[in-house]
């Protein structure tokens, strides 16, 4: 049975749960063997004595981390749609199985996670007999996937997505080839302040097709504005946040009317619990209630 979900997003851009930290990576550099004419080499020792005392040590950092452990969808009326129950390793935060149940309880698939050198690479998902449908498989760069190709049951290669980096690994390019290698699109991302603030979206000739503009205030998306490959407005969605906590999206058409909605019901720690989809009248499309599990973490920061 195929889900009637009537909204689908995906969301590029927005609260994030846990932040990639940035490590600080410090050289001590030490001096040279010869020593400079007339230059006391008691004190040259006391100096490089200093300076190991002066290095600080690693900071370790604890953090905690919410993971969503089921998913449950409804229709307008309140009726189940599906039931998504995610399992995750030990107290770690690697999703080992996903498990999708239909309305009924009854199993429609299930995707199987492999790791290798601490990152996911490739991700399995099987009907209700337990035939193979799809396989994505990762592959990484410096700890940052770079291609994620889908193939079907058969082994064959379906789509391949590939993505490009800056120096401070922040994606750049996103390309978008067919199973035949031949490229169907491409977008390229802009930053300013470590934010994307400029999206661009070519088709496989160059000509822009699209062109998304994000503003932010205190590090929080405030308004993403959608123009088409000529920067003709189509339309515009603005964000509200309470304690830091995303509580609403609306999206705008051009003229300002409103086109649909998304209401956050969130927990003490800024997590989703309900998500509700309106549209333009706030009559009810679709609802997702979501549960969590919550991992602490650790990680390392270099001392200057």
């Given at each position: 049975?195929?889900?009637?979900?009537?909204?689908?997003?995906?969301?590029?851009?927005?609260?994030?749960?846990?932040?990639?930290?940035?490590?600080?990576?410090?050289?001590?550099?030490?001096?040279?063997?010869?020593?400079?004419?007339?230059?006391?080499?008691?004190?040259?020792?006391?100096?490089?004595?200093?300076?190991?005392?002066?290095?600080?040590?690693?900071?370790?950092?604890?953090?905690?981390?919410?993971?969503?452990?089921?998913?449950?969808?409804?229709?307008?009326?309140?009726?189940?749609?599906?039931?998504?129950?995610?399992?995750?390793?030990?107290?770690?935060?690697?999703?080992?199985?996903?498990?999708?149940?239909?309305?009924?309880?009854?199993?429609?698939?299930?995707s199987v996670a492999e790791y290798g050198n601490g990152n996911m690479v490739s991700m399995t998902s099987m009907n209700a007999d337990?035939?193979?449908?799809?396989?994505?498989?990762?592959?990484?760069?410096?700890?940052?996937?770079?291609?994620?190709?889908?193939?079907?049951?058969?082994?064959?290669?379906?789509?391949?997505l590939t993505w490009e980096c800056d120096d401070e690994g922040r994606k750049t390019r996103w390309n978008i080839f067919n199973g035949s290698g031949a490229l169907l699109a491409y977008t390229l991302y802009h930053y300013?302040?470590?934010?994307?603030?400029?999206?661009?979206?070519?088709?496989?000739?160059?000509?822009?097709?699209?062109?998304?503009?994000?503003?932010?205030?205190?590090?929080?998306?405030?308004?993403?504005?959608?123009?088409?490959?000529?920067?003709?407005?189509?339309?515009?969605?603005?964000?509200?946040?309470?304690?830091?906590?995303?509580?609403?999206?609306?999206?705008?058409?051009?003229?300002?009317?409103?086109?649909?909605?998304?209401?956050?019901?969130?927990?003490?720690?800024?997590?989703?619990?309900?998500?509700?989809?309106?549209?333009?009248?706030?009559?009810?499309?679709?609802?997702?209630?979501?549960?969590?599990?919550?991992?602490?973490?650790?990680?390392?920061?270099?001392?200057?």
């Open positions: 049975m195929l889900s009637r979900r009537s909204v689908m997003r995906i969301r590029c851009a927005g609260k994030i749960s846990v932040s990639a930290a940035l490590v600080l990576l410090i050289l001590l550099m030490l001096s040279g063997c010869a020593s400079a004419p007339g230059v006391d080499s008691a004190a040259e020792i006391k100096e490089e004595e200093t300076a190991v005392l002066e290095k600080k040590e690693p900071t370790v950092v604890q953090e905690t981390v919410f993971l969503v452990e089921e998913e449950r969808s409804f229709f307008s009326d309140g009726v189940l749609d599906e039931r998504r129950l995610n399992t995750y390793s030990g107290e770690g935060t690697e999703l080992l199985e996903t498990l999708i149940y239909n309305s009924e309880g009854v199993l429609t698939e299930k337990g035939e193979i449908v799809s396989i994505h498989r990762y592959s990484y760069q410096d700890g940052r996937m770079i291609e994620d190709r889908l193939y079907n049951g058969k082994e064959e290669l379906q789509t391949l300013e302040d470590a934010y994307p603030v400029r999206i661009e979206s070519y088709n496989p000739a160059g000509v822009l097709q699209e062109l998304f503009v994000n503003e932010y205030a205190d590090g929080r998306l405030q308004k993403m504005t959608q123009y088409d490959g000529k920067d003709t407005l189509v339309s515009y969605t603005t964000s509200r946040y309470e304690s830091g906590a995303l509580v609403e999206e609306t999206v705008h058409r051009k003229n300002g009317a409103v086109r649909r909605k998304t209401l956050f019901e969130n927990d003490a720690d800024g997590n989703p619990l309900k998500i509700i989809y309106l549209d333009a009248s706030n009559n009810v499309l679709e609802v997702l209630e979501r549960s969590y599990i919550s991992r602490t973490i650790s990680r390392t920061i270099e001392q200057e």
